[in-house]
């Protein structure tokens, strides 16, 4: 006996669930990029009652819904979705097999028949605990069962094969993208009117996939399950598509992790000694904390109110684009600090620090300086140290580099008087003198095109009657001494 | 005389590099007291003929020169020192362009993915070909990217050495000239010094330029932009791609003193240079070719011939009118030199007609002369309708600076092969480098530059296509402010790019910069000698053509000769029927056909015009039944006067109103009704034609016949409105000046605005209007060949081939479906009231399978389908194809019983059981139902050849009325329409307001939707196949549409729709 858990458009679910409930009773739709544009791959229920079907554009599904929410697919969440999946087929039996996105098969031979739909509903009750609404079907083969879950609501058995398929629509069978129009141009719409057909007809005329087909049709595939092992590594990890700036949907995305892994230490007769969280900022940057619990829990809702309490506290200086959460799994509180450990006894706690360092200086004030590709002086920006030098390129330029520069940071601003339009004497807070002779001006300006960033420079190179070589800029504003040539 | 000259600009022909119009770069060059201005474009002469033009008005001299890449990347600029080295030029950029390249002599700069043999690969010129070329050109060694700054770049002063050897080997000392540039960039001083030590080295001159890309600062920023598009980048990733700062503009002789004040030899050679410069394109040097005539005759004599040969075969009897009317136009042609021209032409129709057997028929102000008649270029009879030869030649026509102006020919031909074919025999006559085509150059206006200027200012893509989409389509002018659409879209006031984008899109639209070359729909000009002396030639994206690098107004004002082989759906579909007609003992010809014949008028009064030319728009059809057509010059009205010009002037409503007898004629206003009563008397007054507007400024401001003619170029000119704001201004003051109000005078001014907005000349309506009365009248009276003509010439028109078919129903045509045993690859006619549709409307079946089926039914027809099946071997999807629209009824039982049996044919690999022929099988599958059919026809076919869908779900629908019942209905009353979109229109003329047109079982049905109602359901609108409109019914004078109140989906999934025609 074979059981299938199915997640109907598990796309769609495996956004939704990590989006506020009220979402899921608006139409809501997943698009699919095809050949001429975006097209509706899955709808939702509201979508549906609408009048929007999968194929349709979107403006076309639009004039249908004018309050049509769209969504795009994100592979991070189906991912993740797949996994809760999984655990939720593991909290049955040890035989499960991912068999497609979606839907997994499971193996009940072990179990006693009549623990078998108990332990069916509870698993879809865990998989509706973590907000994704499954149907099961039970049968002696694997795509008996499949086909069962494809028309159970939410499960049903299957036992008098032929009643059972030859109503079932031909999609059923999922016939290959090159035989669907030849069979509906035969007027075949069902897996009974396929199985009317004579066998060998339908092979000479179809080929091997379509005696293929024809024995899907009638449900006769026998095979054994490609079992796939539980996880022993509860982590969670997610790429957001959209920048977050606020609590609220990485709190959704991390309730839907913890609801997860909990599920996982089930499973595996574990629990939680610590949670080890780490968001990845727009800035390259990343938070991480490690939360270690007064003792080992799997309840999601102690787990998840530890992580909220951090995260209340939190303000990143930048977006988050990524999150990681992960559960470090014991079976008791009887725990020793390794023997060996050394250097950081809490690196995630020095990440914290230098958090706490850019929340005090700015995000833009931690790194190492970068030369930006602009015309613009002494622009520059600040990265993460690579984890190694990068070599210098080969070739050869002309003209060489000039005098090496020694800018003032900041620049000292300056009084210049002219003669003409060249300066003559220069006075700044620290010193005054006269200019013998000067170079320029060179003229640079740019970013034109953003109202509050354009710049325009004038520069000039100047030798002091008391000696030393010094570069002045000419701003809008005024004069700056920018620096001391070597 | 200054000074200084600047002999390194570049304007904005050296495409996405420079950023000003060569007239703008004049202008500048002018304020600043500059007394020449050396063009130097990248590869091209392209923006010459703009700057000469321009260089009168502001006082400069316009020298010519090119920039020449060559093959390592770098850039060498040229001067033109007389008229040899100017064909030098246009023969070096020819060869650069034209000349087939090795594989492994690649531009430096050409990407991997660059294929070198592209017909529009990256052009580059070798030494040898320079050197072959170097004859009355002076070299400068360039600026940043010239060979000698590449090089110091590259490998320092050695390789500057070895940069210099083929320079000075080419061109000598005394031709060559070092470069030198200062923009205020810091570094450039190093290169200078590198470059003034060199030239003290090697003894050559030095010369100050500015290398100007653009006239006056303010147009870096479109620099900028052009540097993105040409890296595929934005500003904000530009970096160092963008300039460094503004500085690339023209200055005063004075400016470059100061900045060279350390050379000031670099600054004087420049005024010397340009002294030595002796060529402008004054001096071209082009003239027409000659036609070849036998010994002892002349082209003045064969051309009398000929003419009186073709008066005789048109008019049977020569008129004394007639007699005078030629003589007096070819005394006029011969005075001007222009017989070869018309020998020329003529001999290119004859040609058609006789040897490819192609209809051709003359267009434009041809029309007006009996000689073009007698020559059978035109169809029109100019006698029969008055016509004035003097809008077509006189001898007051003269283009730019004296260069003669030619008489304009246009040919129309059926569109397709046989226009390709005439204009590939002008190559076959020519040469490849001695006729081309024209370009046609495609500018940064429309939706698409503004489209890339926001990509490259990064702006959201869902903001830019929401800018896209307000843009007015076709002809119609884009009447939405720039701040309004850009507000439209989504981007607010305060957004940050919001000024960069206002800037740039205004600049952009006011100027029209160019983007790159296209070829004119048809244009070419020809040349007794090589082309590739007067102007630089190269590849056309399309094989076997080439284009010269001037547009058509570049080639009228520099005295080239241009013809217009222009394609015209309608005459192929003309051609088509004339050949069935013949072929069928029904002969016609285009010019014998009655145009007195009533039956066809009342099928222009009933609108009744779905296919036919031009008038079966639903603009046109609205304004049929008011215009009631009675005779020839009521068609020539109708198919002038629903044009945006004249609908944008407002002509259209007192024209009709007038026509009607419902307001008093007033020729323009009663202050000059006299005296304009002979020129707008035919047209009730208003200003219709292009020929009355040159006629109202002869009689009322006093143009002389040069002057109309600047007139008249202003009207066709449509490059940017310039041209047209300097002779409207001429008018108004010559008006004003003759005592005319300021009322007059404003009225006059307001049609010359009208005009430029796509007016007509009234030839060119006559020609049209013969067209629409031909095609009309063969809808009338050979209905089986006319649309099997157009159905065989789709897409054209506004219609689909669908709503043709069920258009020819409702005449009492009946469309036969394809049939192996029965259909050619076209439409075929069985008899006067059925055709057979073509194998060409099976979607997926290719025109060579379909001749193997032709070619094995020619043999035998075949007697089952296992006989099809063996004697045709088509690839498996066509044969379902085939079987799916029902094309083996005959062979088989059913459509599904051929499906069946076509899955069985044996594959190519089991030959050997092919030859068993299969007994009598039983078809397990049941016969599709009627709506299958019609699903399966419009799957295969986008069309259906049975009943109109709507009619299978008429008996749900009883609320609905039908099309043709709404001419029955009261004026005022509330109707509810439905049937399947066939067109959305929305005109930028009309305000916001939408035009959609239903179609059902019984015709079309039209509706009209406010703005606001479109607004508020422009998905539903726009999206749904089939539509329910709930409004008033608008019965007026014949005409009959609703005004929509109401729109919603019309649910009828379970039936196949036709694919609608939008244009909004």
């Not at chain 1, 026998?222 to 598509?241: G, K, M, W």
């Not at chain 1, 230098?354 to 002494?378: E, F, I, Q």
């Not at chain 2, 060498?76 to 030098?88: A, E, F, H, K």
């Not at chain 2, 307001?663 to 008397?681: F, M, Q, R, S």
Request: one cysteine or more.
């Amino acid at each position: 006996m074979f059981a299938v858990l199915r997640i109907p458009g598990f796309a769609l679910q495996a956004i939704l669930r990590v989006e506020p409930a009220a979402l899921a009773s608006q139409p809501v739709v997943l698009l699919a990029e095809g050949r001429r544009g975006a097209t509706v791959a899955l709808c939702n229920d509201a979508a549906q009652a609408a009048g929007v079907r999968p194929g349709h554009s979107v403006p076309r599904a639009q004039a249908h819904c004018p309050n049509l929410v769209v969504r795009t697919a994100q592979p991070a969440l189906e991912q993740e979705a797949e996994t809760a999946l999984l655990a939720a087929g593991f909290s049955i039996t040890p035989q499960v097999e991912l068999t497609a996105p979606g839907v997994c098969t499971l193996g009940l031979e072990h179990l006693p028949s009549h623990r078998r739909a108990p332990a069916v509903d509870r698993a879809l009750g865990e998989l509706a605990a973590l907000r994704l609404h499954a149907t099961a079907g039970f049968a002696a083969t694997p795509l008996l069962a499949l086909y069962a879950a494809r028309c159970a609501a939410p499960g049903r058995v299957v036992t008098g094969d032929r009643a059972f398929l030859a109503p079932l629509p031909i999609a059923t069978a999922e016939p290959p993208a090159d035989l669907a129009p030849i069979l509906t141009a035969w007027g075949i719409h069902t897996l009974g009117q396929l199985t009317a057909l004579p066998k060998s007809d339908v092979a000479q005329r179809l080929g091997r996939e379509g005696l293929a087909l024809w024995e899907r049709a009638a449900g006769a595939t026998i095979r054994p399950l490609n079992v796939v092992a539980p996880s022993r590594d509860f982590v969670a990890t997610y790429a957001c598509e959209h920048e977050m700036e606020t609590l609220e949907p990485l709190l959704f995305i991390l309730r839907r992790f913890v609801d997860r892994l909990a599920l996982e230490l089930r499973n595996a007769h574990q629990a939680a000694l610590a949670v080890e969280l780490e968001l990845n900022l727009a800035d390259d940057t990343r938070h991480t904390r490690s939360i270690r619990l007064p003792e080992p829990v799997t309840n999601p809702e102690l787990l998840f109110r530890a992580l909220q309490t951090h995260l209340e506290t939190v303000r990143t200086a930048a977006p988050i684009v990524g999150v990681q959460l992960r559960l470090e799994p014991g079976r008791s509180q009887v725990r020793q600090q390794g023997l060996f450990d050394g250097g950081l006894r809490d690196p995630h706690g020095f990440a914290d620090t230098l958090a706490r360092v850019m929340a005090l200086v700015g995000s833009d004030r931690v790194g190492r300086p970068m030369s930006l590709n602009t015309h613009r002086p002494d622009a520059f920006t600040l990265e993460a140290p690579p984890p190694a030098l990068a070599p210098l390129p080969d070739g050869f330029t002309h003209p060489p580099r000039g005098l090496a520069l020694r800018r003032f940071r900041p620049p000292a601003p300056a009084k210049v008087e002219l003669d003409g339009r060249t300066p003559a004497y220069v006075w700044t807070a620290e010193g005054e003198g006269a200019v013998v002779a000067t170079a320029g001006p060179w003229h640079s300006s740019g970013e034109w095109w953003e109202a509050y960033r354009h710049w325009q420079h004038e520069e000039w190179d100047v030798e002091f009657a008391a000696g030393g070589f010094y570069r002045l800029r000419r701003e809008p504003t005024g004069w700056l001494l920018e620096g001391e040539y070597d | 005389m200054s000074d200084y000259v600047e002999l390194h600009a570049a304007s904005a022909f050296s495409f996405l590099r420079g950023a000003s119009l060569p007239e703008q770069l004049a202008e500048a060059a002018g304020q600043l007291g500059l007394p020449a201005l050396a063009l130097l474009d990248r590869d091209g002469v392209y923006g010459a003929p703009r700057l000469y033009a321009s260089a009168n008005e502001h006082k400069i001299r316009p020298l010519v020169g090119a920039e020449i890449t060559l093959a390592d990347g770098s850039v060498l600029p040229l001067l033109v020192q007389n008229r040899t080295g100017y064909q030098n030029l246009c023969r070096l950029i020819s060869t650069a362009k034209l000349k087939e390249r090795p594989t492994e002599l690649r531009p430096d700069n050409l990407a991997p993915s660059e294929d070198p043999h592209a017909r529009k690969r990256r052009c580059f010129a070798s030494w040898e070909e320079i050197a072959a070329h170097a004859t009355g050109l002076i070299a400068l060694t360039g600026d940043e990217e010239g060979p000698l700054c590449r090089a110091w770049q590259r490998g320092g002063a050695d390789a500057v050495a070895t940069a210099l050897v083929p320079l000075k080997t080419i061109f000598g000392p005394d031709r060559l000239h070092v470069e030198i540039q200062r923009h205020r960039v810091r570094g450039e001083e190093t290169v200078v010094e590198m470059l003034v030590a060199l030239a003290a080295r090697e003894r050559l001159p030095l010369l100050a330029t500015g290398g100007a890309l653009y006239a006056e600062q303010s147009h870096r920023i479109v620099a900028d932009v052009f540097a993105c598009l040409r890296n595929h980048t934005t500003l904000d990733a530009g970096g160092r791609l963008l300039s460094a700062n503004e500085n690339r503009h023209l200055y005063s002789a004075a400016h470059m003193q100061t900045l060279f004040r350390d050379h000031p030899a670099a600054v004087a050679n420049t005024a010397r240079l340009a002294g030595e410069l002796e060529f402008t394109l004054k001096n071209l040097g082009y003239r027409f070719p000659d036609f070849p005539v036998p010994s002892g005759e002349s082209m003045e004599t064969v051309l009398h011939d000929r003419v009186y040969e073709g008066a005789r075969k048109r008019y049977r009897t020569l008129m004394p009118a007639v007699c005078q009317q030629i003589g007096k136009e070819l005394a006029l042609i011969n005075r001007l030199g222009f017989p070869g021209y018309f020998l020329i032409v003529w001999d290119i129709c004859r040609w058609c007609r006789e040897e490819k057997q192609t209809l051709v028929q003359g267009r434009g102000s041809a029309a007006n002369s009996i000689v073009c008649y007698a020559l059978e270029i035109t169809a029109v009879d100019p006698i029969e309708h008055k016509l004035l030869f003097e809008r077509f030649l006189s001898e007051g026509r003269q283009g730019v600076d004296g260069h003669p102006s030619w008489p304009d020919i246009d040919l129309d031909l059926p569109s397709g092969d046989r226009r390709e074919a005439t204009i590939q025999e002008i190559y076959q006559r020519y040469g490849q480098r001695g006729a081309a085509m024209v370009a046609n150059v495609i500018t940064y206006r429309g939706r698409s530059a503004s489209r890339e200027v926001g990509k490259v200012l990064g702006l959201a893509d869902d903001v830019l296509d929401r800018f896209s989409a307000l843009y007015a389509n076709g002809d119609f002018p884009q009447t939405l402010g720039l701040t309004e659409q850009l507000k439209a879209s989504g981007l607010s006031d305060a957004h940050p790019r919001m000024p960069a984008m206002l800037a740039l899109c205004g600049h952009l639209r006011q100027h029209a910069l160019p983007r790159h070359l296209g070829q004119h729909s048809g244009g070419m000009v020809l040349c007794p000698g090589r082309l590739d002396e007067i102007v630089p030639v190269e590849n056309a994206s399309m094989p076997g053509r080439t284009v010269v690098q001037w547009d058509k107004d570049d080639c009228e004002d520099l005295g080239l000769v241009k013809i217009d082989f222009l394609g015209l759906g309608m005459m192929a579909v003309l051609q088509d029927c004339r050949a069935l007609c013949h072929a069928r003992g029904r002969p016609f010809e285009l010019y014998e056909v009655p145009l007195d014949d009533a039956a066809t008028y009342k099928m222009m009064q009933d609108a009744d015009t779905i296919g036919v030319f031009q008038i079966e728009s639903r603009a046109q059809m609205a304004t049929l039944p008011k215009i009631m057509p009675a005779k020839f010059y009521d068609v020539v009205i109708e198919v002038a006067i629903v044009r945006p010009g004249p609908i944008v002037g407002q002509l259209t409503s007192p024209l009709l109103r007038r026509r009607a007898g419902k307001e008093k004629i007033v020729c323009l206003d009663p202050e000059v009704h006299d005296a304009l009563l002979g020129t707008l008397e035919r047209t009730y007054g208003v200003v219709l034609f292009q020929e009355q507007m040159l006629s109202v400024a002869m009689k009322l401001a006093g143009f002389s016949g040069s002057e109309a003619e600047e007139l008249r170029r202003a009207l066709g000119f449509h490059r940017n409105d310039e041209r047209l704001k300097r002779v409207t201004e001429k008018l108004r003051t010559a008006m004003l000046a003759r005592g005319h109000s300021e009322r007059v005078t404003q009225k006059v001014a307001d049609s010359v605005a009208t005009f430029a907005l796509y007016g007509f000349p009234e030839s060119h309506a006559f020609s049209f209007g013969l067209l629409a009365y031909v095609s009309t009248w063969l809808k009338v009276h050979r209905l089986a060949e006319f649309y099997a003509g157009l159905l065989n010439n789709q897409p054209m028109g506004f219609y689909s081939p669908a709503t043709l078919v069920q258009d020819g129903r409702r005449h009492g045509l009946r469309t036969k479906p394809i049939c192996v045993q029965r259909s050619d690859w076209d439409c075929t006619v069985e008899d006067d009231h059925t055709i057979r549709l073509g194998l060409r409307y099976l979607t997926g079946l290719r025109e060579a399978h379909a001749r193997l089926l032709l070619a094995a039914r020619a043999q035998r027809p075949f007697d089952s389908l296992n006989d099809f099946l063996r004697r045709v071997p088509l690839p498996a999807a066509e044969r379902r194809a085939l079987a799916a629209v029902g094309a083996f009824a005959g062979l088989t039982s059913h459509r599904r019983a051929a499906l069946w049996q076509v899955e069985a044919a044996w594959s190519a690999d089991e030959s050997l059981l092919q030859s068993v022929d299969a007994g009598p099988e039983t078809i397990p599958l049941p016969a599709m139902s009627f709506v299958e059919r019609v699903q399966a026809d419009f799957a295969g076919l986008n069309l259906t050849t049975g009943p109109h869908p709507m009619q299978l779900v008429r008996d749900r629908l009883r609320d609905l009325w039908r099309a043709t019942d709404l001419a029955l209905g009261r004026d005022g009353e509330r109707v509810v329409i439905g049937g399947s979109v066939i067109c959305r229109q929305r005109p930028g003329t009309a305000k916001g307001v939408v035009f959609i047109s239903l179609e059902d079982e019984t015709g079309v049905a039209n509706a009209i939707v406010r703005a606001e109602l479109f607004e508020r359901l422009r998905m539903v609108i726009n999206e749904a196949p089939a539509l329910r409109i709930t409004g008033r019914l608008q019965n007026q004078m014949g005409v009959v549409h609703v005004q929509a109140e109401n729109i919603a989906r019309l649910e009828i999934d379970e039936v196949p729709l036709q694919a609608s025609h939008d244009f909004h």
